[in-house]
Protein backbone atom coordinates (compact mmCIF):
# COMPACT_ATOMS: atom_id res chain seq x y z
CA UNK A 1 0.00 0.00 0.00
CA UNK A 2 1.35 3.61 -0.74
CA UNK A 3 0.62 6.91 1.32
CA UNK A 4 1.47 10.42 0.01
CA UNK A 5 1.15 13.28 2.25
CA UNK A 6 1.40 16.81 0.80
CA UNK A 7 1.88 19.67 2.93
CA UNK A 8 2.97 23.38 2.41
CA UNK A 9 -0.06 25.38 1.57
CA UNK A 10 -1.59 27.94 3.65
CA UNK A 11 -2.24 32.17 2.95
CA UNK A 12 -0.15 34.36 0.97
CA UNK A 13 0.45 37.90 -0.09
CA UNK A 14 0.52 38.31 -3.80
CA UNK A 15 3.89 37.80 -4.85
CA UNK A 16 4.80 35.43 -1.91
CA UNK A 17 6.11 32.72 -1.53
CA UNK A 18 5.34 28.89 -1.05
CA UNK A 19 7.09 25.70 -0.68
CA UNK A 20 4.64 22.11 -1.05
CA UNK A 21 5.98 19.26 -0.22
CA UNK A 22 4.64 15.60 -0.73
CA UNK A 23 6.32 12.41 1.12
CA UNK A 24 5.57 9.48 -0.40
CA UNK A 25 5.56 5.83 1.49
CA UNK A 26 4.67 2.74 1.78
CA UNK A 27 5.52 -0.35 -0.99
CA UNK A 28 6.36 1.24 -3.36
CA UNK A 29 8.53 -0.09 -5.91
CA UNK A 30 9.70 2.43 -8.76
CA UNK A 31 8.90 5.61 -9.70
CA UNK A 32 7.90 6.59 -13.14
CA UNK A 33 7.09 10.43 -12.61
CA UNK A 34 6.02 12.65 -10.09
CA UNK A 35 4.11 16.25 -9.93
CA UNK A 36 1.05 18.63 -9.14
CA UNK A 37 -1.90 19.12 -10.22
CA UNK A 38 -4.34 22.14 -8.85
CA UNK A 39 -8.27 22.68 -8.72
CA UNK A 40 -9.71 26.18 -7.97
CA UNK A 41 -13.54 26.08 -7.51
CA UNK A 42 -15.36 25.29 -10.26
CA UNK A 43 -12.76 24.54 -12.29
CA UNK A 44 -11.27 20.92 -13.25
CA UNK A 45 -8.16 19.41 -11.85
CA UNK A 46 -4.96 20.66 -14.40
CA UNK A 47 -1.84 20.20 -14.45
CA UNK A 48 0.93 22.33 -12.71
CA UNK A 49 4.14 20.82 -13.22
CA UNK A 50 5.54 17.35 -13.57
CA UNK A 51 9.04 15.88 -13.58
CA UNK A 52 9.95 12.30 -14.52
CA UNK A 53 12.21 9.52 -13.22
CA UNK A 54 14.89 10.87 -15.11
CA UNK A 55 14.49 14.36 -13.82
CA UNK A 56 13.07 15.84 -17.27
CA UNK A 57 10.36 18.54 -16.10
CA UNK A 58 7.00 20.09 -17.69
CA UNK A 59 5.38 22.84 -16.22
CA UNK A 60 1.76 24.52 -17.52
CA UNK A 61 2.51 27.75 -19.16
CA UNK A 62 0.94 30.11 -16.75
CA UNK A 63 3.46 29.42 -14.05
CA UNK A 64 6.81 28.84 -15.94
CA UNK A 65 9.45 30.89 -14.35
CA UNK A 66 7.64 31.48 -11.30
CA UNK A 67 7.22 27.62 -10.32
CA UNK A 68 9.92 24.61 -9.49
CA UNK A 69 9.27 21.22 -9.30
CA UNK A 70 12.01 18.95 -8.25
CA UNK A 71 12.26 15.51 -6.48
CA UNK A 72 14.43 13.54 -4.04
CA UNK A 73 14.86 9.76 -4.13
CA UNK A 74 17.66 9.41 -2.27
CA UNK A 75 17.85 6.59 0.22
CA UNK A 76 14.20 6.09 -0.69
CA UNK A 77 12.49 9.39 0.32
CA UNK A 78 10.02 9.47 -2.70
CA UNK A 79 9.73 13.07 -1.87
CA UNK A 80 8.13 15.67 -4.70
CA UNK A 81 8.59 19.75 -4.06
CA UNK A 82 6.78 22.42 -5.79
CA UNK A 83 8.63 25.67 -4.68
CA UNK A 84 6.57 28.32 -6.13
CA UNK A 85 7.25 31.93 -5.97
CA UNK A 86 5.57 35.32 -7.22
CA UNK A 87 2.45 33.68 -6.38
CA UNK A 88 -0.82 35.26 -8.34
CA UNK A 89 -4.51 35.40 -6.97
CA UNK A 90 -4.89 32.91 -9.57
CA UNK A 91 -2.79 29.94 -8.04
CA UNK A 92 -5.56 30.32 -5.55
CA UNK A 93 -6.42 26.23 -5.55
CA UNK A 94 -6.48 23.26 -3.75
CA UNK A 95 -2.53 21.29 -5.07
CA UNK A 96 -2.70 17.92 -5.26
CA UNK A 97 0.68 15.38 -5.80
CA UNK A 98 0.54 12.88 -7.65
CA UNK A 99 2.86 9.90 -7.95
CA UNK A 100 2.88 7.63 -11.07
CA UNK A 101 4.68 4.22 -10.20
CA UNK A 102 4.36 0.57 -9.06
CA UNK A 103 3.54 -1.14 -5.87
CA UNK A 104 5.62 -3.99 -5.33
CA UNK A 105 4.99 -6.38 -8.44
CA UNK A 106 1.66 -4.79 -9.37
CA UNK A 107 0.61 -2.68 -12.25
CA UNK A 108 2.16 1.11 -12.35
CA UNK A 109 -1.10 3.16 -11.41
CA UNK A 110 -1.45 6.80 -10.14
CA UNK A 111 -1.75 7.67 -6.39
CA UNK A 112 -2.63 10.73 -5.32
CA UNK A 113 -2.20 13.04 -1.91
CA UNK A 114 -4.89 14.46 0.04
CA UNK A 115 -4.30 17.83 -1.00
CA UNK A 116 -2.95 21.47 0.25
CA UNK A 117 -4.92 24.69 0.39
CA UNK A 118 -2.90 27.46 -1.61
CA UNK A 119 -4.87 31.12 -0.63
CA UNK A 120 -3.79 34.21 -2.00
CA UNK A 121 -4.51 36.61 0.43
CA UNK A 122 -6.00 39.89 -1.69
Known amino acids: QVQLVDSGGGLVQPGGSLRLSCAASGSIFSINAMGWYRQAPGKQRELVAAITSGGSTNYDESVKGRFTISRDNANAKNTVYLQMNSLKPEDTAVYYC??????????????WGQGTQVTDSS
Open 98 to 111: LVVGRSGSGPIRNY
